[in-house]
T-cell receptor, first 114, second 112 residues
Framework: DVKVTQSSRYLVKRTGEKVFLECVQDMDHENMFWYRQDPGLGLRLIYFSYDVKMKEKGDIPEGYSVSREKKERFSLILESASTNQTSMYLC?????????????FGPGTRLTVL | RKEVEQDPGPFNVPEGATVAFNCTYSNSASQSFFWYRQDCRKEPKLLMSVYSSGNEDGRFTAQLNRASQYISLLIRDSKLSDSATYLCVVTQNSNSGYALNFGKGTSLLVTP
């Protein structure tokens, strides 16, 4: 069974703090993704990575950066958290570089920025 | 025009009913199509891929109409456990990378 885990289910941070969201998958997937999900806006892609040290911007990369030093781990970084980054953050992974296949999602991290 | 559009619902149907959702997409170069299911406060999970010839999995049938640029999901004999949000996903691959477009989801509530 594919497992995607995220470091926290709930997180509360203050404006201006640096925030790290960690995602780990155990199926040797090449592709990894970070999304945020907001009511009325659906799922929006922030960044994705199709290999170690590779990253591509999604639809809403502003205010975020990512790191992929190991194949199994993909980190999302909020350099200076702001209240409009309060959201549900979902990580996903999929196999086979170059082709979009089934994505397996982690349980999500609900981030609140005060 | 949004890349992927779905009727948000909610669709309220009695147990045993048949219900259908449509999803339209704007990019004719779209290559892969999926339906995901998301339960309340849970992560999305793949329900089924959508193939050009249409495909069926038990009570669920998915169809693709490339000419009209829409995909559909039909659920027969609805169960209470089918209550969820159904997300349409449309993807394109190109030399510059991937494009992944999620619809905002259609909410289904099956009632006793």
């Amino acid at each position: 069974d594919v497992k995607v885990t995220q470091s926290s289910r709930y997180l509360v941070k203050r404006t201006g703090e640096k925030v790290f969201l960690e995602c780990v998958q155990d199926m040797d997937h090449e592709n990894m993704f970070w999304y945020r999900q907001d009511p009325g806006l659906g799922l929006r892609l922030i960044y994705f990575s199709y290999d170690v040290k590779m990253k591509e911007k999604g639809d809403i990369p502003e205010g975020y950066s990512v790191s992929r030093e190991k194949k199994e781990r993909f980190s999302l970084i909020l350099e200076s958290a702001s209240t409009n980054q309060t959201s549900m953050y979902l990580c996903a992974s999929s196999f086979r570089r170059g082709l979009i296949n089934e994505q397996f999602f982690g349980p999500g991290t609900r981030l609140t920025v005060l | 025009r949004k890349e992927v559009e779905q009727d948000p619902g909610p669709f309220n149907v009695p147990e045993g009913a048949t219900v259908a959702f449509n999803c339209t997409y704007s990019n004719s170069a779209s290559q892969s199509f999926f339906w995901y299911r998301q339960d309340c406060r849970k992560e999305p999970k793949l329900l089924m891929s959508v193939y050009s010839s249409g495909n069926e999995d038990g009570r669920f049938t998915a169809q693709l109409n490339r000419a009209s640029q829409y995909i559909s999901l039909l659920i027969r004999d609805s169960k209470l456990s089918d209550s969820a949000t159904y997300l349409c996903v449309v993807t394109q691959n190109s030399n510059s990378g991937y494009a992944l477009n999620f619809g905002k989801g259609t909410s289904l509530l099956v009632t006793p």
